[in-house]
């Protein structure tokens, strides 16, 4: 916890903790209340009759729901690699240091990221679904989308590379490429890493939007299954679990890296070794 | 189908997209301000509460919780109002609320905690209590500071409304859809201007938020 939040209040005296013990157990209650007000709607509505949730002891459900979970984690594997390309690519574009390619790559840019995604996504789907599928409908309307997000954390990160770095390359014989390749672009993948990350958790749910095109994911699948079993709110509190335990794998992913990346330069900051 | 038609599907649609978002706006300032208080109050109950909240519901797609929200929540008999229009309009902004008030919490958090120590100590040497330092010194610094993260916030709340044109919610998506199924010879116009119209609402809010950043930002 920060500073500021610990001076928010007093050390509590006696009083003072009196209160607070007051105040825990008052809205324990009342978040308790509130719990079992949600409890007794789903039973008064009869979602908690054993009759609703024991289909997900059957492995047909399983193997489903989890066909529908590996469908969506690879729409959103799929657009994760690509919208890195994409950024990359766009980041170096906008820097190019010619006008005539870095003014039409802004304006491309930000029109795409100014749409919202599932607008990107309809429009691939209603221009070329056709010819390519669902799947790649949804994977080309988020990497259209990310990557120009990604885009832009790029840039922001190479523009945030001490200036001496691109100098000090300059100085000893780099040409610009090999600048950015070798010198500017590692340093800003790596300062940029843990924002990098959660936009791929953003990708990652927004990759649940596949079944607006038919795409037979996870949400598609919850939504047949609650039709065919009449559970439709269970199977939606299974699903979503389970985007939940991915979303925080992946973000609990993006805080290990962080930290690991810390020490690694807080550790090695000599000359350079052989073995990076 | 002529174009002064086409030009009304577009004008409803879009009423529908503003209507989405000026009560969202409104919810998630108010729910977000509520659960940023709460993770900083001294009660640990709240504290974990929001967090575990904010935690739970920022990590599940919007899709997911506007599904619950939608097609979940009349199951449970719970219903805002006989028309199914109003509903699903209610039970869509809900879900936005719902949704995006993690967010506003989580950037409001961080604006608290760019506030020097010596606001709080003052605020408390001068004997305010807690939630008086919180209404009358903190939050107010602590919003100025937060403005453009909280314009991004909002701007991608703007886009995130197109979402609820899968829950039988007219705005701008579903007034495209509508528009595409009439004149399916002009396809990728229709795209165009859906994608012009969010450029430009997006434009205007983010000029709304360069301005409120120039007028009211404290510089550190």
Redesign the interface.
């Known amino acids: 916890m920060s500073a500021p939040t610990q001076v928010l209040f007093d050390e509590p005296g006696p009083r003072a903790r009196r209160n607070n013990v007051l105040l825990s157990i008052a809205s324990g209650l009342v978040i308790l209340a509130a719990i079992a007000y949600i409890v007794w709607k789903f039973e008064a509505a009869g979602q908690l009759t054993a009759a609703k949730w024991e289909p997900f002891a059957y492995t047909v459900i399983q193997t489903t729901l989890l066909q529908g979970m590996w469908a969506t984690l690879k729409v959103a594997l799929v657009a994760s690699v690509l919208a890195l390309a994409v950024g990359i690519a766009f980041a170096l574009l906008r820097l190019a240091p010619t006008r005539a390619i870095s003014l039409p790559s802004t304006l491309v840019l930000e029109i795409f990221r100014g749409v919202p995604v599932l607008l990107l996504i309809f429009a691939t789907f209603l221009l070329f679904g056709n010819q390519i599928g669902s799947f790649w409908s949804v994977v080309i309307g988020l990497t259209l989308y990310n990557g120009m997000v990604i885009a832009e954390i790029m840039r922001a990160g190479i523009l945030a590379v001490p200036r001496g770095q691109r100098e000090a390359a300059m100085s000893i014989g780099l040409r610009g490429s090999q600048t950015m390749r070798l010198v500017l672009l590692p340093q800003a993948v790596r300062a940029m890493m843990p924002t990098l990350i959660a936009q791929v958790v953003v990708l990652l749910k927004d990759s649940a939007l596949g079944f607006m095109v038919t795409y037979q994911d996870l949400l598609y699948q919850v939504r047949l299954i609650g039709r065919d079993y009449n559970n439709l709110l269970p199977t939606f509190i299974v699903g979503a679990a389970l985007f939940i335990v991915i979303n925080m794998l992946v973000a609990a992913l993006a805080r290990w890296l962080e930290t690991r990346m810390q020490r690694k330069t807080a550790a090695r900051t000599g000359p350079a070794k052989a073995e990076d | 189908m002529d174009f002064t038609s086409l030009l009304e599907i577009f004008a409803s649609g879009t009423l529908g997209t503003l209507r989405l978002f000026a009560v969202t706006l409104v919810g998630c300032l108010v729910g977000g301000t509520v659960l940023a208080a709460m993770r ?1 109050s ?5 504290r974990g ?1 929001a967090a575990a909240y904010v ?2 519901v920022r ?6 919780v506007m ?2 929200c939608v ?2 929540l009349p ?4 219903r805002f109002s006989e028309t199914a229009s109003i509903n699903s309009f209610a039970l869509a902004c809900l879900a936005l609320i719902a949704y995006t008030s993690c967010f506003v919490a989580e950037v409001l958090r961080s604006g ?2 760019t ?3 010596g ?3 003052a605020a ?1 040497s001068i004997g305010l209590t ?1 939630s008086q ?2 209404r009358l010194v ?1 939050l107010p610094q602590a919003f100025r500071t937060v403005i453009p993260p909280m314009g991004s916030v909002i701007i991608a709340m703007l ?2 409304t ?2 609820a ?2 829950f039988n919610n007219r705005e701008l ?1 579903s007034a ?2 509508n528009a ?1 199924e009439i004149r399916g010879d002009i ?2 116009p229709l ?1 165009f201007a ?2 012009l119209v ?2 430009l609402l ?2 205007i809010l983010g000029r709304v938020f360069d301005y409120l950043e120039k007028k009211w930002v404290i510089l550190r």
């Open positions: 900083v001294p009660t640990p109950v709240l509460t935690n739970i990590n599940t797609p919007l899709t997911l599904f619950f097609l979940g199951y449970l008999d719970i608290i905690a506030i020097p120590v606001q709080a100590e408390r807690f330092s919180l903190i886009k995130n197109s979402i044109s899968a998506i495209m859809r595409i396809v990728i795209l859906t994608a969010y450029l997006a434009l």
